[in-house]
């Protein structure tokens, strides 16, 4: 799930190994502004991004918090989007 927003651009992924720890990807400056720093670890240098491991808890705190820092200005800022896989007939 992509989100986008005045407070930064995030990606999160499931991981597969645990179905409760989340993997958000952003770029340093996003993270740190978030979450403490000692937990934030570079994924691709090349690209500048970084990551932090959430519970599913934790995921939604910070999805709480986001919504949470929104003003009625902000609105058009703010966007989620699904993962393509979802919008899949599976069989």
Request: charged share 25%; glycine share 4%; net charge negative.
């Amino acid at each position: 799930m992509k989100i986008s927003s005045l407070q930064g651009e995030f990606k999160v992924i499931q991981t597969i190994k645990n179905r409760d720890e989340l993997l958000v990807l952003g770029s340093w400056k996003d993270l740190v502004q978030m979450f403490d720093s000692s937990r934030t670890f570079l994924v691709n240098k090349s690209e500048s991004l970084f990551g932090i491991y959430l519970c599913k808890q934790e995921c939604a705190e910070f999805m709480n918090k986001i919504i949470q820092g929104i003003d009625y200005h902000e609105w058009e800022d703010f966007k989620i989007e699904k993962p393509i896989y979802q919008n899949q007939i599976q069989a």
